[in-house]
């Protein structure tokens, strides 16, 4: 249910307002949800001082996957996991193997969904790459799978990319459907290593996999439009 405070009447319902107004509306809670996933995505691990690795928390609000980080964040879990009442199997019951089980689940599908949204930010990157001069990519998702759309610049207009002998380079209408082998190896092998070369792999199929994973792509204006977009920069 919406819930606004002390909004000012006739203003833009977004993250500010979140913050600054206490709005709870839809709107309000949608944008600031996606200013805290896209500042998590922003985070560069590599950027923090080395006293701040090995622990849990640098695993799962950083993303950082060094050894001591993801060691530290394996003994969290193992620390929450025995200090579950189900941990002493003498007394678990039936109910309590069920839940531990929904648990294991859950835990499951938290990691696929933290991993999506990685694969996410690579799509994003490989797309910049092809299309410097973007600011975003468009993306279409329902019916079970994920497409991009159209390439945008960041004044809205629609960007077709490098046009080389007065064709364009990489035709944002059918780069979702090239296979991964298709893309200049400069671009795709530091990003995506060993997956470069599969020609059997799609752009959209990777972004359909990510979709189906739990990652959402999140929704901005384009132009005067509101869609689901990609940020490229």
Not at 16 to 34: D, F, Q, V
Not at 75 to 90: F, I, L, M, V
Not at 101 to 120: F, Y
Request: hydrophobic share 30%; glycine share 8%; with cysteine.
């Amino acid at each position: 249910m919406d819930a606004q405070t002390d909004c000012p009447p006739d203003h833009p319902h977004n993250a500010s307002c979140y913050t600054n107004h206490a709005c709870r509306c839809s709107r309000c809670r949608k944008a600031n949800a996606e200013k805290s996933k896209r500042r998590r995505r922003e985070r560069d691990p590599s950027t923090l001082p080395d006293s701040k690795h090995g622990k849990a928390t640098t695993y799962n609000n950083w993303g950082c996957r060094c050894e001591r980080c993801t060691k530290a964040w394996a003994d969290a879990c193992r620390r929450y996991q025995q200090a579950r009442p189900t941990a002493n199997k003498e007394n678990q019951t039936v109910d309590d193997a069920q839940t531990d089980t929904l648990s294991e689940m859950d835990a499951a599908r938290a990691a696929a969904r933290q991993s999506a949204e990685t694969v996410l930010g690579t799509v994003s990157a490989l797309l910049a790459e092809l299309y410097p001069e973007a600011a975003y990519a468009t993306v279409h998702a329902g019916g079970g799978f994920a497409r991009i759309g159209g390439i945008y610049t960041a004044q809205g207009h629609r960007h077709e990319g490098l046009i080389r002998r007065g064709r364009t380079v990489f035709p944002p209408h059918r780069i979702g459907e090239w296979p991964l082998s298709r893309f200049p190896k400069r671009i795709t092998r530091p990003l995506l290593g060993p997956h470069a070369d599969d020609g059997s792999r799609t752009l959209n199929g990777v972004l359909t996999d990510a979709w189906r994973a739990g990652a959402r792509v999140p929704a901005g204006y384009v132009g005067r439009h509101l869609c689901d977009r990609l940020k490229l920069r």
